[in-house]
């Protein structure tokens, strides 16, 4: 895999041939890996990303090489969380996507992070 500038472009997808349909899908990341920009240690943690598709899904492998391209990147629990949930939205276009970040627990404290999109809360807001 070669370094992109935007991890987004990693993103692949496939047309949802249920789009008429609402699912769910769920997909379970147990070694998503990043850097604490602090202190420059490991964090690991379990990604689910759960996500009601309309026209488009997400292909596994590029999935996993998005994930992997955080391995060495410093950035807070909070962000990559968010970081991620833009991400999807923008190249899914989903109708609902929630995306729950667990780390592992470090110095004795862990972290849980979860983020939701919603097309009814988040399509008619101003950035």
Sequence with gaps: MTESENPREILETFPNNYPQRDYTIEIVCPEFTSVC???????????TIRYIPQQKCVELKSLKFYLQSFRNKGIFYENVTNYILDDLVAVLQPRWLMLEAAFTPRGGISTNVTVE???QTDEGSEE
């Design 117 to 119: 999109y919603s097309v």
């Design 37 to 47: 920009p602090k202190t420059g240690q490991p964090d690991f943690g379990t990604m």
